[in-house]
T-cell receptor, first 114, second 114 residues
Framework: GENVEQHPSTLSVQEGDSAVIKCTYS??????FPWYKQELGKRPQLIID?????GEKKDQRIAVTLNKTAKHFSLHITETQPEDSAVYFC?????????????FGRGTSLIVHP | DAGVIQSPRHEVTEMGQEVTLRCKPI?????LFWYRQTMMRGLELLIYFNNNVPIDDSGMPEDRFSAKMPNASFSTLKIQPSEPRDSAVYFC????????????FGPGTRLTVL
């Protein structure tokens, strides 16, 4: 099945610094790579996603890059703010019998110190 | 749309009791997912329905867990009998076209089994 590895598990930065979270996946047929943000006590919510036909996507302070050859994708947050503190999850689908079964990484706890 | 609706939001029960969690997906979505979230195991996919049909239930821990989706607007996750190790937050999510698109999560049900 699909194996999604996410690193680091914890990331602590100073306000204004950049943060990078990396994920690797195993299923070469995977073609959709979302990132979810989960604030304490809340539900996960999509913040950005990328499909396999592009290598990079940006939305204001966040960006995602994808390297299909190496099977890894990364989340980049620039000019971090305290409200960016949350747990971030990457995901990739296991493609099986025509179905796309989502598989999540273990999550990265990002702490932004004011 | 009100988003994905889950009930109850909190459930406290005693070991051995039956627990039923309920979910109403977003209208028009044809995929529904049940997840369990704990500190130790992260976000685990329990079962995934597509067009009301269970596609993958390999994540269901054991026979004590069962899930149904009798129609496009309602799903249940049942635990019978419940055990303390079932204590977790259970999320329901829905999407259009399986794991190839954004999943919208419900607020979750926090289950405590004493």
């Amino acid at each position: 099945g699909e194996n999604v590895e996410q690193h680091p598990s914890t990331l602590s930065v100073q306000e204004g610094d950049s943060a990078v979270i990396k994920c690797t996946y195993s299923d070469s047929a995977s073609n959709y790579f979302p990132w979810y943000k989960q604030e304490l006590g809340k539900r996960p919510q999509l913040i950005i996603d990328i499909r396999s036909n592009v290598g990079e996507k940006k939305d204001q302070r966040i960006a995602v890059t994808l390297n299909k050859t190496a099977k890894h994708f990364s989340l980049h947050i620039t000019e971090t703010q305290p409200e960016d503190s949350a747990v971030y999850f990457c995901a990739a689908p296991l493609v099986s019998g025509g179905s796309y079964i989502p598989t999540f990484g273990r999550g990265t706890s990002l702490i932004v110190h004011p | 749309d009100a988003g994905v609706i889950q009930s109850p939001r909190h459930e406290v029960t005693e070991m051995g009791q039956e627990v039923t969690l309920r979910c109403k997906p977003i209208s028009g979505h044809n995929s529904l997912f049940w997840y369990r979230q704990t500190m130790m195991r992260g976000l685990e996919l329990l079962i995934y329905f597509n067009n009301n049909v269970p596609i993958d239930d390999s994540g269901m821990p054991e026979d004590r867990f069962s899930a149904k989706m009798p129609n496009a607007s309602f799903s249940t996750l049942k635990i019978q009998p419940s055990e303390p190790r079932d204590s977790a937050v259970y999320f329901c999510a829905s999407s259009f076209a399986s794991g190839r698109n954004e999943q919208f999560f419900g607020p979750g049900t926090r289950l405590t089994v004493l």
